[in-house]
């Protein structure tokens, strides 16, 4: 038995793609995962290439790995969205200590990679893209749970020009609906209570002719499974039936992840979005329209090449129109092979980024604490998630229809159930409260 270790990085999808990972290895006999690096003979690392810090995090750490494991036998792997970089970096530089590279659409070929370099001794890769792979007869090792992620579709057509998505993970392809319900079947029987559909672009999901709003349909007749979400959504794909079905089917979740990126027309345009301000606005109003209680959240870039300070204010205008619940927002970042990196230099100064990152997170935190304090006194349907919070061992926490945590004090009710809490208190990132109700689903 060989002890591999494995780390992820970035995104839920390589979290999901890890748990494909560990079931493709785990049919070998050869292959024992265990939850140290110390003791490894096989050393993953499954990589993201969204903005540089997540590149230069992974290079860090195989060159801690390395001294510190340095002189045992022991293999490292990279995984996931830096493949086909380590590959053109393995050719620069032969001695760079990495053995087998798998990009997101090889790891059935994993454990041939290994066997390859275990018996040649040779550096192995497989870095090609797919325009089919999508791993659908492959079961994720999850650590049992109450959410179980599962991907329904792969890949991104869209090159907004920011993003490296397209060339790391390539073309879009979606799942057969009725083998993403049988694995939710599955999924309810094994005793998980909510599951998330993910995909780089999951609302443009499309199999055959049947859209997401079928998808989320045909999964939301699924018995025990009470809670739908899905992440991360583009803008122009949500059609009036997709809006009618987050408004109207009971399971899915009214909580959307709307990325804005910018608030400036001449920037949305740089980015390839395929949206202006007002339409997003629009977008917006429709959503709040038939669901005045759902909640918002979003990504924004600052600091795109060419982006004047008049038109970042463009960009907290809408955050202060919108009042989304929460933000993720992120300096700019050149990534290789990008329309933006060929096009645009990258020509706003990082204190400028880092000005306009500053003040953004200082506004959005202000609305995220308002937002939430608007919720005290009501009461909140919560699925509990932990028997514990990161502060406290006697308090659990869950998460309400909108996502948002919410702790309250330890008592007899576990893991997985649904309880009624009455909201008491709030930060800018979470609620409390206390349990009215035990619900019985
Ligand atoms: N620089 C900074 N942020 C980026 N994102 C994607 N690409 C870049 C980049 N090159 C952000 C976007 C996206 C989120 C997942 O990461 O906001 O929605
Ligand atoms: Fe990172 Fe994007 Fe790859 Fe996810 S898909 S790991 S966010 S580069």
Known sequence: MKKVYIETYGCQMNEYDTELVKTILGKEEDYQFIDSPDEAEIILLNTCSVRDNANRKVFNRIHQIKQKRNGDKVLIGILGCMATNFRQQLLKDPHLPIDFIAGPDSYKRLPQLIRRVETTGEKSFDVTLSEFETYSDVYPTREGGVNAWIAVMRGCDNFCTFCVVPYTRGRERSRDPENVVAEVRRLAEEGFRQVTLLGQNVNSYNYQGKDFAYLLERVSEVDGIERIRFTSP??????????????????????????????????????NRTYTRAEFLKLVEKIRRLMPDVVLTTDIIVGFPTETDEEFEDTVRVVETVQFDSAFIFKYSERPKTIAARKYPDDVQDEVKTERIVRLNEIQKKISYQKNCAHVGEVHEVLIEQEFTKKSPNHFQGRNEGNKIVIFPRGDYRKGQFVRVKILEATPHALRGEVVEVLEK
Do not use: T, W, Y
């Open 234 to 271: 583009h803008p122009k794909d949500f059609p009036d039936s997709l809006l009618r079905v987050i408004a109207e089917n009971p399971k899915v979740c009214r909580q959307i992840h709307l990325p804005l990126q910018a608030g400036n027309d001449r920037i949305l345009a740089l980015m």
